[in-house]
T-cell receptor, first 112, second 114 residues
């Protein structure tokens, strides 16, 4: 079956702009989690969605938001981009949070 | 609250030598524990998972991990390292406390010398 698809793979944005990243989970998976990965901070949890509901949110400012659609596809949005938002953003889908997570290849965001 | 500590941000072994990557967890409830591997410019791939069925868990690519409740540890081992094992490895914990999120360790980068 198809894996987790994240689009786009690479993005370059300017400070102050906003960006939307997309994640299509594995068919049948209703839990989608987002992570920010940077060399200094490792994998930081952003939020988790299950059946269109955000069940948990990490310690990120309100500029980071997300949503999940009825087909389980998820988007995350970052507004007013800052240089420090440059990172690899990973999406993971699973049947539920305590089961194996399948990761996409990530979107590498560079803010200049 | 749950947490994961990986001891050693970098580990270097010779090809053919034992691989030991350390992970200690903190959880107030029986945890679900995972090891993931990440190759450059890739997402994470599951190596193995512990879900209380057996304390010794075997995963892919010859890796295994042992859950030791008394030591709150879940160390990853492989008897003989291969060059292709060079990657970053993440230990993760999840459970019902803290609500619906998986916590990852900081990662350990494994180097394999020829």
């Amino acid at each position: 079956k198809a894996g987790v698809t994240q689009t786009p793979r690479y993005l370059i944005k300017t400070r102050g702009q906003q960006v939307t990243l997309s994640c299509s989970p594995i068919s049948g998976h209703r839990s989608v989690s987002w992570y920010q990965q940077t060399p200094g901070q490792g994998l930081q949890f952003l939020f988790e969605y299950f059946s269109e509901t955000q069940r948990n949110k990490g310690n990120f400012p309100g500029r980071f938001s997300g949503r999940q659609f009825s087909n389980s596809r998820s988007e995350m949005n970052v507004s007013t981009l800052e240089l420090g938002d440059s990172a690899l953003y990973l999406c993971a889908s699973s049947f539920d949070v305590n089961t194996e997570a399948f990761f996409g290849q990530g979107t590498r965001l560079t803010v200049v | 609250a749950q947490s994961v500590t990986q001891l050693g941000s970098h580990v270097s072994v010779s090809e053919g030598a034992l691989v030991l990557l350390r992970c200690n967890y903190s959880s107030s409830v029986p945890p679900y524990l995972f090891w993931y591997v990440q190759y450059p410019n890739q997402g994470l791939q599951l190596l193995l998972k512990y879900t209380s069925a057996a304390t010794l868990v075997k995963g892919i690519n010859g890796f295994e991990a042992e859950f030791k409740k008394s030591e709150t540890s879940f160390h990853l081992t492989k008897p003989s390292a291969h060059m292709s094992d060079a990657a970053e490895y993440f230990c993760a914990v999840t459970g019902t406390t803290g609500g619906f999120k998986t916590i990852f360790g900081a990662g350990t980068r494994l180097f394999v010398k020829a």
